[in-house]
T-cell receptor, first 113, second 113 residues
Framework: GENVEQHPSTLSVQEGDSAVIKCTYS??????FPWYKQELGKRPQLIID?????GEKKDQRIAVTLNKTAKHFSLHITETQPEDSAVYFC????????????FGTGTRLTVIP | EPEVTQTPSHQVTQMGQEVILRCVPI?????FYWYRQILGQKVEFLVS????????KSEIFDDQFSVERPDGSNFTLKIRSTKLEDSAMYFC???????????FGPGTRLTVL
């Protein structure tokens, strides 16, 4: 089965700075890596995902990079804004070919105005 | 935009009682999931459901849990003989297919007294 580790657990940045959150996974056959944002008391919402056939994907201020050899993937948020403050979770399938997600432990991002 | 809905939003029950949590997945989605999140912790996979049967379940999903799709729209999670440690937020999710975005419902907060 999959195991996903996420770092850091908390991250504070000044508004306008960049934030980087990193995750490592254990199953080399994992092929789908979503990132979810969860605001306090709300549901997790997908912000970006990447499949194993690409190394990077970008959507405006958010990007994800994947290093299959090292089995890690990272979330990059540029030009952070106060509304980016939330808990971010990375995830990977629990087993090859499955869609069931094993979540990381989360990173609480605080953007200081 | 279609959303996953869940009822009730908050359920309080006595230890040992049975509860049924209800979900209405997005109508054209084929895969359904239950996750739980203990307060302040990560999201944990419970079970996935496809083609009217369980496709995968985690170690958490033991004999006290069951799922059902009683009709064409509802997807339920039943917890028999609830325990104090079952207190958590339970999220239902659905996706169109494998490796597609999982859309989460707003959650049901279960409190076992």
């Amino acid at each position: 089965g999959e195991n996903v580790e996420q770092h850091p657990s908390t991250l504070s940045v000044q508004e306008g700075d960049s934030a980087v959150i990193k995750c490592t996974y254990s199953d080399s056959a994992s092929n789908y890596f979503p990132w979810y944002k969860q605001e306090l008391g709300k549901r997790p919402q997908l912000i970006i995902d990447i499949r194993s056939n690409v190394g990077e994907k970008k959507d405006q201020r958010i990007a994800v990079t994947l290093n299959k050899t090292a089995k890690h993937f990272s979330l990059h948020i540029t030009e952070t804004q106060p509304e980016d403050s939330a808990v971010y979770f990375c995830a990977a399938p629990t087993q090859t070919g499955a869609n069931n997600l094993f979540f990381g432990t989360g990173t609480r991002l605080t953007v200081i105005p | 935009e279609p959303e996953v809905t869940q009822t009730p939003s908050h359920q309080v029950t006595q230890m040992g009682q049975e509860v049924i949590l209800r979900c209405v997945p997005i109508s054209n989605h084929l895969y359904f999931y239950w996750y739980r999140q203990i307060l302040g912790q990560k999201v944990e996979f419970l079970v996935s459901f496809y083609n009217n049967e369980i496709s995968e379940k985690s170690e958490i999903f033991d004999d006290q849990f069951s799922v059902e799709r009683p009709d064409g729209s509802n997807f339920t999670l039943k917890i028999r003989s609830t325990k104090l440690e079952d207190s958590a937020m339970y999220f239902c999710a659905s996706s169109e297919g494998l490796l597609n975005e999982q859309f989460f419902g707003p959650g049901t907060r279960l409190t076992v007294l």
